[in-house]
């Protein structure tokens, strides 16, 4: 075969993996204990979310650990994904998406936590970004099975018979690693066995477009006005 040949990989979804540090994650760890002590102090998550899991808790930027977490980490996560995937498209091609032109608005940080026989079914989130930061993993969940696993979906069924490999991929987690995808990205969590819990943060964020200021006064009256200029933005916390 001649040696310009190569094998094209099309469509990527990216992915953005990174790690907290050591002294976030303890007091994050320390956080999850105190809210799983008394969860009645904290919003029960589940009523909206799709998780068949234990507990799962909503958190806020009352929480200092929580309010750091989402200014130093996420936040600037969700810029690492926006700048990295953006600006490999040609100037004209980029949108909104320009430094100066968005401004990036949590929407909300919730607790799960998950014993042996919870799981997460295939799901997508609200928003533009969602993550998942991973706290205490129970040492049964490893590579030798998908137990317990973070599951990423492509826009097929995967089937070795057919040559479609692509589109499962599992990631194991690991206390103190991250992830952020886009928030239309299916992914799930299959069931693990035996004892222990697995804990893990989730979070959304939305990419707000700025509106352009205008140069001069505004006109005495407008052509055309879109109806989407006076739809609500989505809420959320600083």
């Not at 040492?139 to 979906?153: E, T």
Request: proline share 11%; glycine share 8%; aromatic share 8%.
């Amino acid at each position: 075969m001649d040696s310009s040949t190569e094998v094209l990989a099309l469509f990527p979804r990216y992915v953005l993996k990174s790690r907290l540090s050591e002294p976030l994650l303890g007091e994050l760890l320390q956080l999850g204990a105190q809210v799983l002590e008394r969860p009645e102090q904290s919003p029960d998550a589940s009523t909206k979310l799709a998780g068949q899991l234990a507990q799962q808790r909503e958190l806020g930027p009352q929480h200092p650990c929580i309010k750091a977490l989402c200014a130093d980490v996420i936040l600037p996560a969700c810029e690492h994904w926006i700048r990295h995937v953006i600006d490999r498209q040609p100037p004209q091609g980029r949108g909104p998406w320009t430094p100066g032109r968005y401004r990036l608005q949590m929407i909300d940080v919730w607790l799960n936590s998950q014993v042996a026989g919870d799981y997460n079914p295939m799901h997508t989130h609200g928003g533009s970004f969602s993550g998942v930061i991973f706290l205490k993993v129970p040492a049964q969940i490893h590579n030798d099975s998908f137990d317990g696993q973070l599951c990423f979906h492509g826009p097929e069924e995967w089937h070795i018979q057919s040559f479609r490999t692509g589109m499962a991929q599992y990631m194991l987690p690991v206390a103190g690693e991250l992830y952020v995808f886009p928030a239309w990205q299916p992914h799930s969590v299959p069931p693990f066995r035996g004892d222990g819990e697995r804990w893990s943060l989730a979070f959304n964020v939305v990419a707000v477009p700025i509106p352009a200021q205008p140069a001069g006064p505004p006109p005495a009256a407008a052509a055309n006005i879109s109806l989407s200029s006076s739809r609500q933005r989505p809420g959320g916390f600083a």
